[in-house]
């Protein structure tokens, strides 16, 4: 049975928007709010109709509640690009069909926000000890690389493993949408910050390439149900993305 939350928009938000619990309830609801007025409006007209429709609010509510809590700038081309490929997912996952947009789909896309939250909270402690920009404690675990990018596709698997537990259906998403809106963000990155535009769309390449690869020998593996598939390849691609960091460095 299909899952009602958008599993690689969830997943993508989880990565960029997870480094402090602020952030994350932002987007996290967002996410929630795209979703279920896609799959509300897909009952009533075209799915594809609907899901232009949910990815363009997804966007302007995304953009505009970053902006609004200080979180965002309108000029930080590279957050913005995060904002709208995390909007064009809730968008993909509206034109997939939906099963309607009562029950379980509030339920789903809660779970999916609370999780989340969970993962911000961490993510924000072993970064540097705070919680909401507070600081509440110091120890030794610390590191800033728990707030960038390839930690932050490690956590997005857990993340989406353990929704997948508990509303009992596999996180069937597209991992690969998630390493191309990495990839996309790295380049661009590169780009717009005056970095080595080389190393970035080698890094980017190559990260695609082996998720690819990760995916044909994955058949092999039995890592759990609720880890199977997306949540186990998005992991993967946090510590393929983490290596290629310290090679291209």
């Known amino acids: 049975m299909k899952v009602r939350y958008s599993v690689e928009a969830f997943a993508l938000a989880m990565v960029l928007f997870t480094t402090g619990l602020e952030a994350a309830l932002i987007?996290?609801?967002?996410?929630?709010?795209g979703t279920v007025l896609g799959d509300i409006l897909a009952e009533k007209m075209a799915p594809k109709a609907a899901a232009v429709v949910a990815g363009i609010v997804t966007a302007a509510l995304l953009i505009g509640g970053m902006t609004f809590a200080g979180l965002m700038e309108l000029a930080a081309n590279v957050e913005l690009i995060g904002a709208i490929l995390v909007a064009v997912l809730v968008a993909k996952h509206v034109s997939e069909g939906t099963e309607g947009a009562e029950g379980n789909v509030i339920k789903e896309n809660y779970v999916a926000l609370a999780i989340m939250l969970v993962v911000a909270l961490v993510r924000e402690v072993l970064a540097g000890g705070a919680v909401f920009g507070y600081e509440v404690a110091e120890f030794t675990a610390m590191s800033a690389s728990y707030g960038k990018n390839p930690m932050g596709l490690v956590f997005a698997?857990?993340?989406?493993?353990?929704?997948?537990?508990?509303?009992?259906?596999?996180a069937a998403g597209c991992s690969r949408c998630v390493a191309i809106a990495i990839a996309v963000m790295t380049v661009a990155g590169a780009v717009?910050?005056?970095g080595n535009m080389v190393k970035a769309v080698v890094s980017a390449c190559?990260?695609?390439?082996a998720l690819v690869s990760i995916q044909k020998k994955m058949i092999f593996s039995t890592p759990g149900?609720?880890?199977a598939g997306f949540p186990v390849e998005v992991i993967s691609l946090g510590f393929v993305t983490m290596m290629l960091s310290?090679?291209?460095?």
């Open 157 to 170: 698997g857990l993340g989406m493993a353990a929704v997948a537990g508990i509303v009992k259906k596999e």
């Open 225 to 227: 149900k609720s880890f």
């Open 206 to 209: 190559i990260s695609v390439v």
């Open 27 to 33: 987007a996290g609801a967002v996410v929630v709010a």
């Open 246 to 249: 310290q090679i291209l460095a």
């Open 192 to 194: 717009l910050g005056g």
